[in-house]
């Protein structure tokens, strides 16, 4: 069974950091393009990021040049490197695989971004 943990949100305001990191078991994690998720409140989950197998990395639009995705399959871990952050990325972030079906979704962690 697979398992995903993410940790490392909090409160944080306008222009503020935060690193995100997921950690997963249960699976060949170096097989998995991986991808960070979030869900504001009263939308649905969107893709924010993206780190491929074959390294590669691709980013929405509202988080491009602010966010930076990584990973370590050594650690079947990824990671989210949050920048300048602003109210409107406020939300539950997730990490899963990028193709369906997705594996279980973990709990999720908050980011909050407040002035």
């Known amino acids: 069974q697979v398992h995903v943990v993410e940790s490392g949100g909090g409160l944080v305001q306008p222009g503020g950091s935060l690193r995100l990191s997921c950690v997963v078991s249960?699976?060949?994690?170096?097989?998995?393009?991986m991808g960070w998720y979030r869900q504001a409140p009263g939308k649905e989950r969107e893709l924010v990021a993206i780190?491929?197998?074959?390294?590669?990395?691709n980013y929405a639009d509202s988080v491009k040049g602010r966010f930076t995705i990584s990973r370590n399959n050594a650690k079947q871990s990824v990671y989210l490197q949050m920048n300048n952050l602003l109210p409107e990325d406020t939300g539950l972030y997730y990490c899963?695989?990028?193709?369906?079906?997705?594996?279980?979704w973990g709990q999720g962690i908050q980011v909050t971004v407040f002035s």
């Open positions: 899963n695989r990028v193709i369906s079906p997705h594996w279980d």
């Open positions: 249960g699976v060949t994690f170096n097989r998995a393009d």
């Open positions: 780190f491929t197998i074959f390294g590669r990395t």
